[in-house]
């Protein structure tokens, strides 16, 4: 079997590392053996956390909610089941815009959604 050289794809491999090493402190940024390492941790963080954001921003938006429903004399899960009682399907996205920055027509929704829950 013929013998196979790795200097120039072994050399690419390191200087991806290290590139991505770039600005981190201490030996992760410059030994090969560190950087590795770090560079590893690195995109496991990275990847669990485009997960845990979705996580958070939804939290964000449900908390958003929340405060302008309590306003209105209604709970977050009073809210909500009022405004699917009413047959509204807005998304917490679209909701909690419009308890940030439209408040006036939140408020319609939420006298909607407490005449359908008394309904």
Do not use: C, P
Not at 46 to 60: F, G, P, T, V, W
Not at 69 to 78: F, H, K, T, W
Request: glycine residues 4%; aromatic residues 8%.
């Amino acid at each position: 079997m013929a013998r196979i050289k790795r200097a120039v794809s072994a050399k690419k491999k390191r200087r991806t590392v290290m590139s991505r090493a770039k600005g981190y402190y201490g030996a992760s940024s410059r030994t090969y053996k560190a950087a590795k390492e770090q560079v590893q941790h690195s995109l496991q963080y990275q990847y669990r956390d485009r997960r845990a954001k979705k996580r958070e921003i939804r939290s964000l938006w449900i908390t958003r909610i929340n405060a302008a429903a309590r306003v209105n004399g209604l709970s977050y899960s009073q809210f909500m089941h009022g405004l699917k009682l009413a047959g509204i399907e807005l998304d917490r996205k679209i909701l909690s815009q419009m308890a940030y920055e439209d408040i006036e027509s939140f408020n319609e929704l939420a006298a909607v959604a407490k005449k359908a829950l008394e309904a």
